[in-house]
């Protein structure tokens, strides 16, 4: 059974640092693409950041020079170190999985192409 577990949410003043988890399991996430994504309350998902399973990344203007993601293969982990927050940065984030990066119909930021999503972690960014 496929499940995807974030933690690492909390409240921090602007120019906070957080670094979010994405535990996984019944899959391996280097064999994935993966991705995360932020909605605020009353606006659409969007996507941030993804790796693909080769270990390449690509990240979305919004956040871009302010986010890493990475994964730990031995723990079956993703993350998200984000530097420099900023009160809108407050959203939930939500790690996705899809099989691939690139053989796909949507491109990597499009959430309708992730297969498989966790229930969010909550960030709160206060100036």
């Known amino acids: 059974q496929v499940q995807l577990v974030e933690s690492g949410g909390g409240s921090v003043q602007s120019g906070g640092s957080l670094r979010l988890s994405c535990a996984a399991s019944g899959f391996t996430v280097s064999r994935y693409c993966m991705g995360w994504f932020r909605q605020a309350p009353g606006q659409e998902r969007e996507g941030l950041a993804f790796?693909?399973?080769?270990?390449?990344?690509r990240y979305a203007d919004p956040v871009k020079g302010r986010v890493t993601i990475s994964r730990d293969n031995t723990k079956n982990t993703l993350y998200l170190q984000m530097n420099s927050l900023k009160p809108e940065d407050t959203a939930q984030y939500l790690c996705a999985a899809r099989p691939s990066c690139y053989n796909s119909a949507y491109d990597q930021f499009a959430v309708s192409g992730y297969n498989y999503w966790g229930q969010g972690t909550q960030v709160t960014v206060s100036s």
């Open positions: 790796i693909s399973s080769g270990g390449r990344s």
